[in-house]
């Protein structure tokens, strides 16, 4: 009767340990949520410019993948709808929104390629997570 109490009670608290980690917010990504919206809100009273304010866009995101692939690796490498849903392929909708704002001369042309070098980075950088997530898969015996 007692080992089944004490069971009892070791399952509560690990249940009520995995509910509290669901629940604590991740303080870096509230500062990269902060981060967008400063940069937003001094784009809109005209504080940077355009290119700025994509500059900063790009490198929040680039920020995301990385502690997305940290908080997340696991998941991402147990099942590939996880890896879309943590690490999509963002980096295609950021090189059309800022040749978008190129076609629209919002940013100059040496602004546009130190974008489009961002840009390539996010990339590059999401195809190395891939290629991990790939790997973990292969040695732990996930599903390709």
Partial sequence: MK??????????????????????????????????????????????????????????????GRLAYEKHRFMMARAPSAERLYNPPRHYKLRET?????????IREQEFLALCQLVDQVEEEWLARRRKVMHDRAIWGFPR
Avoid at 6 to 31: E, G, N, P, Y
Wanted: charged share 25%.
């Fill in 98 to 106: 800022v040749k978008k704002a190129k076609d629209a001369q919002q």
């Fill in 3 to 64: 080992h089944a109490k004490l069971l009892q009670c070791h399952l509560l608290t690990i249940i009520a340990l995995i509910l509290t980690s669901c629940v604590s917010t991740d303080s870096r990504t509230s500062a990269l949520n902060a981060r967008v919206e400063t940069a937003q809100k001094d784009f809109e009273n005209g504080l940077v410019n355009k290119a700025e304010l994509l500059k900063a866009l790009i490198e929040t995101d680039l920020e995301r």
